[in-house]
């Protein structure tokens, strides 16, 4: 099939089998995501049917690729003159200058909750990267009909906020009451964003669902996300700063509180910079210790029991549901980045070398293009209900946690070493052995 047939096949399958909403603007040049609002679990299901009904196998490169940006893009993915260019440049560039020690080039957001807090420590001239020890491994829910969420009404902040305020000295304190209505919470949100010093920042919780003006990377409704507001000159608009997204500007005030009174989120905490010292050693090392799970991968450990669920059909699941079940796995996958801010804390701390740095980023890499693939078998083994491809979405899941396993023993490895350096009269092994929080 040419560039052009392979377009047409797109928009029939978006408009046909999908009943894609948002078909207005397509086009060679419209943007996935932008423009078509098409998140990364849609994507793979267009190359899904691409395969089922027309026979394109989706090419390896399609799972890595992070340029695919319009459809023209998407088209150019199953040319096999074009130019790959994963193999001319590195897919995601770490760090410039002189390696992982040199300037750092761009900063990991997996974690909303995270990346917020983290803003303030960046801006107070801190070492932000040790506090995402946390975040590859951070808690996930899964429903009792067996489906995997990144977020649900028992998962808290509750760890993330204790040790942020041991390890860096800021109080952070949840200004909204569950107990409360929305409407009286939503009074001490104006008060506290009227009232806001220089230093200080104001999180909430909103679905970004209905805040349209903003793009939606996993199409999720409801899509519960913490950002931080501040007053502007205009009081008809309030200034949105979303480090996990890389954006901040000025919305409509009316628009965002619509988001935030939704009945799917209610969250928020308000804390200073100005508080801020570097964390100590000894702080550190208990924190890298009560997140890290040595002995298993959490994430993989669930995903089987899903599958194995959906497969047996137990507790009413449906097989064919398999790939709704997990619909939201993409959010939890870029987690697995934070794994680079652990090896970079470390790696710059014990000065090694920067070339082997870069490999280790690759095999982080590879293990979120295997959750990627993982994830892709899964959507084929649901939609054609044929058990014959349930081999592969068991050999992706123990790659996957081949993989993991790889990273985090050598994760723990540097971690004995940097502990070695920084507490010469202990000379002892850290228990660095937890179940999961």
């Not at 029939?12 to 397509?26: D, K, R, V, W």
Request: proline share 5%.
């Amino acid at each position: 099939m040419t560039r052009d047939e392979i377009m047409a096949a797109v928009q029939t399958i978006l408009s046909e089998q999908m009943m894609h909403p948002h078909l207005e603007g397509f086009g060679p040049l419209a943007r996935l995501n932008e423009d078509l609002y098409l998140d990364s679990v849609l994507i793979l299901q267009i190359f899904l049917n691409l395969e089922l009904e027309y026979g394109l196998a989706m090419p390896e490169k399609a799972i890595s690729q992070q340029d695919v940006v319009t459809v023209e893009d998407l088209a150019g993915l199953f040319d096999p003159e074009a130019v790959d260019p994963a193999s001319a440049v590195q897919t995601v560039p770490a760090f410039v200058g002189e390696g992982v020690h040199g300037e750092a080039a761009y900063d990991i957001k997996v974690h909303c909750f995270v990346s917020c807090v983290c803003e303030a420590v960046k801006r107070a001239g801190l070492d932000h990267r040790p506090f995402y020890f946390g975040v590859w491994d951070a808690k996930f829910a899964v429903t009792d009909r067996w489906q995997l969420r990144y977020h649900a009404a028992d998962i808290s902040q509750e760890f993330f906020r204790g040790w942020f305020e041991r390890l860096y000295a800021v109080s952070v304190r949840e200004w909204y009451d569950p107990a409360m209505t929305k409407i009286e919470n939503l009074a001490v949100l104006l008060d506290l964003v009227e009232t806001r010093p220089e230093t200080g920042y104001v999180m909430v919780m909103l679905d970004m669902f209905h805040l349209p003006e903003r793009e939606n990377k996993f199409n999720q409704n409801p899509f519960p996300h913490y950002l931080m507001l501040a007053k502007t000159e205009d009081p008809q608009n309030w200034f949105v700063l979303d480090p996990d997204y890389r954006w901040q500007g000025d919305i409509a005030r009316d628009k965002v509180i619509h988001a935030i009174l939704q009945p799917t989120v209610g969250g928020g905490y308000v804390f200073d910079r100005a508080e801020a010292r570097a964390p100590q050693d000894e702080d550190l090392r208990a924190y890298f210790d009560a997140c890290f799970v040595s002995d298993r991968n959490p994430l993989l450990d669930s995903l089987r029991e899903i599958v194995a669920a959906h497969v047996e059909e137990r507790d009413g699941t449906r097989l064919a549901d398999l790939d709704l079940a997990l619909r939201e796995l993409p959010v939890i996958t870029i987690r697995k980045y934070a794994y680079e801010h652990g090896f970079a804390f470390f790696w710059r701390a014990l000065k090694l070398p920067a070339a082997e740095f870069d490999v280790w980023c690759d095999d982080i890499e590879a293990l979120v293009n295997a959750l990627k693939a993982l994830q892709y078998a899964a959507m084929k083994l649901a939609q054609t209900g044929d058990r014959a491809f349930l081999p592969p979405v068991l050999a992706h899941l123990d790659q996957c946690d081949r993989l993991e396993t790889r990273v985090k023993g050598k994760l723990a490895e540097i971690f004995a070493l940097w502990c070695e350096q920084q507490f010469p009269a202990a000379m002892e092994q850290p228990q660095s052995r937890r179940a999961a929080r």
